[in-house]
């Protein structure tokens, strides 16, 4: 995709496959069986799995259309997305065409495979996707607004999986996106996807991104910034016109895509999902010689890899609870705040909430600090549904400070921030809800507290979530 606001409210380019549905949990204990599978068999939308979009005008990309929920149906045992050539007025706008998007209502999943046979409706204007978008955006995508969706940071992630763009529906465009002018593709060329039915696949892992057509494998991703952690959710549409789309020969209409089945696999079972307790040591001083550092933690396996700061390091395998990396004199010529991270591939598998590695400036008072000390949060365990928990920061200086929230498996909940004046005490609550505003599930979670003003500190604390 192009636009970061098309992209970020995950709306232009993507198509999908529907047909008998199934949705199950997703667990280590189901690896063989699909955690979400549409044959399209019935002779409607499932819309309890699918959200039709529309009337909807998404104003970007100059696109020409207007999405309507009549273009999309089912027919033959496939999915039919319908585009056509006919006057409307959407959202204020005079529009000739009219097209269909539709995406999951409410599941979402994180890692695994993704598989569906498609036919693109070919012609010159139709821009046809089938995508993945962050699952923040999936409350705001079929309103087109922004609420939680920050396309394309941590949560709003997207991934194409199929796109033919400027009328070529014999290149596949496979896209993802790290920054909102920033992407990486492939454009492999197939036999003409308007006329030829191909099956295309896409598998997620911590550690890449694969795109197969027809069995043969045609792109992979493996740079760790380029790989999202945090759940998507699927969308299927076919755009008219715009940056992407082009002229648009009105003789073409009808034009349909046709998708015959849609079905996700986990990564499978066997990984678990890595925890990171702390790294020793937790500091260093500016100039000081390379060290090892050891990573605490559970559920580590001999493939487990440690990210510093974002990118791989060479990981030692110690025991289940333990790893170390080396850290070299060049990580520590400067003061700075290092991310580390754990990560156990597929099947299953996952990353952990982060430590923190502070490298300082040698100083004659090592003991000044931030936080004035060490911050504690109660009730411990607190109560889902009308409670919460209060975190009292007690600081020695003016400054902010972000609290973060992990569920065990790593996978970022909400964040909340307090600027602080001077000296003194500061009260930060959570009450249960994650960043989009549902309730959480009891359970464990960790809370990293960064404060920073002319000192820079990081800590961390357990909260328990109870019914």
Not at 15 to 42: K, R
Not at 123 to 139: M, R, T, V
Not at 161 to 181: I, W
Not at 339 to 356: D, F, H, R
Request: with cysteine; net charge negative; hydrophobic share 35%.
């Amino acid at each position: 995709m192009f636009s970061s606001k098309e992209i970020r409210t995950a709306l232009l380019f993507t198509s999908l496959c529907v047909v008998s549905l199934a949705i199950h949990p997703l667990n280590a204990s189901a690896a063989a069986q699909p955690v979400f599978e549409d044959n399209f068999d019935g002779t409607s939308l499932n819309t309890a799995a699918w959200q039709p979009i529309g009337p909807s005008r998404f104003n970007f990309n100059s696109e020409e259309q207007c999405y309507v929920p009549e273009a999309n149906s089912v027919s033959g045992g496939n999915l039919v997305i319908t585009s056509n050539l006919a006057d409307s007025t959407c959202r204020n706008g005079n529009l000739h065409y009219t097209a269909g998007m539709i995406q999951w209502r409410s599941y979402n999943f994180t890692y695994g495979t993704v598989e569906f046979r498609a036919k693109m409706p070919g012609g010159q204007g139709p821009w046809p996707a089938i995508w993945l978008l962050g699952a923040d955006c999936q409350a705001t995508n079929p309103t087109d607004s922004s609420g939680a969706c920050h396309w394309p940071t941590a949560g709003s992630n997207e991934m194409d999986m199929l796109e033919n763009l400027l009328g070529d529906s014999t290149k596949a465009y496979q896209t993802v996106f790290f920054s909102t002018s920033g992407y990486v593709n492939c454009t492999p060329i197939i036999s003409d996807m308007s006329q030829n039915w191909h099956d295309f696949t896409f598998t997620w892992t911590p550690s890449s991104l694969t795109w197969t057509i027809d069995g043969v494998p045609t792109c992979t991703q493996t740079q760790p910034e380029l790989i999202p952690s945090k759940p998507v959710f699927l969308i299927m549409n076919t755009a008219i016109g715009g940056n992407a789309g082009g002229f648009v020969d009105n003789s073409i209409f009808p034009r349909t895509m046709l998708v015959d089945h849609v079905k996700v696999t986990p990564s499978g079972a066997g990984n678990p999902a890595p925890r990171l307790f702390s790294v020793s040591p937790s500091s260093a001083v500016v100039g000081a010689s390379s060290f090892t550092l050891t990573v605490n933690g559970a559920n580590f396996v001999d493939s487990s890899v440690v990210r510093f700061n974002g990118q791989v390091r060479v990981t030692t395998y110690i025991s289940d609870s333990q790893l170390s990396i080396p850290v070299t004199a060049d990580d520590l010529n400067a003061a700075s705040n290092n991310s580390v991270l754990v990560v156990n591939g597929g099947p299953g598998g996952g990353i952990s909430a982060p430590q923190m590695l502070r490298v300082a400036e040698p100083t004659a008072n090592p003991t000044t600090r931030f936080f004035s000390d060490t911050v504690h949060n109660y009730p411990n365990p607190f109560r889902l549904g009308g409670g919460s928990t209060k975190f009292v920061v007690l600081t020695d200086e003016a400054g902010t400070v972000d609290l973060q929230v992990y569920d065990a498996g790593g996978q970022f909940v909400t964040s909340m921030s307090r600027s602080i004046s001077g000296a003194g005490r500061t009260e930060v609550f959570w009450d249960g809800h994650n960043s989009r505003g549902e309730m959480v599930s009891p359970g464990l979670y960790m809370v990293r507290i960064h404060g920073q003003g002319a000192h820079d500190e990081t800590q961390f604390r357990r909260v328990v979530a109870v019914k």
